[in-house]
């Protein structure tokens, strides 16, 4: 009888040991699956699989951390070309459309008490100004700032870049017609700034671009980047040679 109480002791401590081992393993996975989702939540490098075609991602938005590539988006410039337009240059003269036919030209958006990029975009026109010496290119900057540069105030920013008045033009005039040729003819940006601190009153493009002889955009070259004005030379000199 002893015998036999110690035999099934024995198998039930067996069985005791093979269900708790089983027991440890299980809660083992279940701590392992749920730090490896925890470091996939809170890890940056995690991977994030992409569904190719609409960008969406195996995980919900509001946790992607998923950044968007940049798209270039295609410009179409106005058939028509640039309006008609009549403005008031440093001199304090009429510049308009039909004055600068004939000839290539391009443009520029600045304001002349800018602490931001203006100085730099002046400084890329200045460049164009001596690589094409001869006349046959204009350069016109249009301000977006014109009710503080008057043809007195762009006199005195174009005589410190040195700007030869005969084929630069520093223009000014009404704020809509400005602001109406830089959004709908050259397709950029102009806005005043939110938060108008000085040197900061306008929010604009530092793109310039080219315009051929019949008055129509065919091109846009951020300024600041020293391959995009290699880009514009390019475009201009096939304009030229033609």
């Known amino acids: 009888m002893n015998e036999q109480t110690e035999k099934s002791r024995g198998s039930l ?7 708790w081992g089983a027991v440890f393993v299980a809660l083992f996975f279940m701590w392992k699956q749920r ?4 470091a996939a939540k809170t890890d940056p490098d995690a991977e994030l699989v992409m569904i190719e075609g609409n960008g969406s991602s195996d995980v919900p938005d509001s946790e992607s951390t998923a950044v968007p590539e940049p798209v270039e988006i295609a410009i179409t ?3 028509e070309g640039v309006r008609d337009f009549a403005l008031t240059d440093s001199r304090n003269e009429a510049l308009s459309k039909n004055d600068l036919l004939g000839k290539p030209w391009i443009a520029s958006f600045i304001f002349t008490r800018c602490a931001g990029p203006c100085p730099r975009v002046a400084a890329a026109f ?3 100004q001596k690589r094409y010496p001869e006349p046959n290119v204009n350069l016109v900057t249009f301000t977006v700032d014109p009710d503080y540069d008057t043809p007195e105030v762009l006199t005195k ?3 410190f870049w040195e700007a030869d008045l ?4 520093f223009l000014t005039g009404e704020k809509d017609t400005i602001y109406n040729m830089v959004h709908k003819d050259f397709l950029m940006p102009v806005a005043p700034s939110p938060d108008p601190t000085p040197g900061w009153e306008i929010i604009h493009t530092t793109n310039i671009c080219l315009v051929d002889a019949t008055g129509k955009v065919i091109g846009k070259y951020n300024s600041l980047k020293e391959d ?6 390019r475009d ?3 304009l030229l040679d033609n």
């Open 35 to 38: 730090n490896t989702e925890l």
């Open 157 to 159: 920013f174009a005589s």
């Open 228 to 233: 995009e004005i290699v880009l514009l030379r």
């Open 77 to 79: 410039w106005p058939e």
């Open 13 to 19: 401590f067996v069985v005791g040991f093979v269900l």
């Open 236 to 238: 201009l000199d096939a």
């Open 166 to 169: 005969d084929r630069w033009f």
């Open 126 to 128: 200045k460049q164009l």
